[in-house]
């Protein structure tokens, strides 16, 4: 595997389920991001981690719970979501923060959808 | 708050036809800009970016991008565009040295053969 995969691509969930996503990056980078991507909306930032510390939290509802054992893996632990939170749910990686010639590496994203 | 505004929601275009999509945004300090595309059922991929020097820089596929620091923008060009262009084109801004990234609302763009 190589850049940044997500684990489901696709997820019908119901409103009592949890349910979780996954990301992983085969890059070698220190930070991951959680993004939101809503149709004719800008894309989200919910959640970025460096170094397995979390360093930005966008007012996100608690039914959202990243999680980040280490560099390389990232977690979005779903509970008792709303049918509002149906969305493309995004995934990238960089090597640190904005600047220092750093990007943000993008993997296919997972459709959530919630019944 | 900082935002990015991306005035064209809908774009289409025959080929060979220039093409010239808008990016404005609003914060005072230093920004590290980019633009992404995202083409149909593929994730998001890095066009090109603007960290510092020359304001006018150049990315993959022939496109390119002129940031103007008076006019807080970020516009992206390319002379003539092709069929396979036809995607979503977004801009982002980070606050440099942070993690915040900020994203414009996407311009679609159809090229027609």
């Known amino acids: 595997e190589t850049g940044v995969t997500q684990t489901p691509r696709h997820l019908v969930m119901g409103m009592t389920n949890k349910k979780s996503l996954k990301c992983e990056q085969h890059?070698?980078?220190?930070?991951m991001y959680w993004y939101k991507q809503s149709a004719k909306k800008p894309l989200e930032l919910m959640f970025v981690?460096?170094?397995?510390?979390?360093?930005e939290n966008n007012s996100v509802p608690s039914r959202f719970s990243p999680e980040c054992p280490n560099s390389s893996h990232l977690f979005l632990h779903l509970h008792t979501l709303q049918p509002e939170d149906s969305a493309l749910y995004l995934c990238?990686?960089?090597?640190?923060?904005?600047?220092?010639?750093?990007?943000?590496?993008f993997g296919p994203g997972t459709r959530l959808t919630v019944l | 708050a900082q935002s990015v505004s991306q005035h064209n929601h809908h774009v289409i275009l025959s080929e060979a036809a220039s093409l010239e999509l808008g990016c404005n945004y609003s914060?005072?300090?230093?920004?590290?800009l980019f633009w992404y595309v995202q083409y149909p059922g593929q994730h998001l991929q890095l066009l090109l970016k603007?960290?510092?020097?020359?304001?006018l820089v150049k990315g993959i596929k022939g496109f390119e991008a002129e940031f103007i620091k008076s006019k807080f923008s970020f516009n992206l060009r390319k002379p003539s565009v092709q069929w396979s262009d036809t995607a979503e084109y977004f801009c982002a801004v980070n606050s440099g040295g942070t993690y915040k990234y900020i994203f414009g609302t996407g311009t679609r763009l159809k090229v027609l053969a």
């Open positions: 981690y460096s170094l397995e510390e979390r360093v």
């Open positions: 603007y960290f510092s020097g020359d304001p």
């Open positions: 890059l070698g980078h220190n930070a």
């Open positions: 990238a990686s960089s090597q640190g923060p904005g600047g220092s010639y750093n990007e943000q590496f």
């Open positions: 914060y005072g300090g230093t920004v590290n």
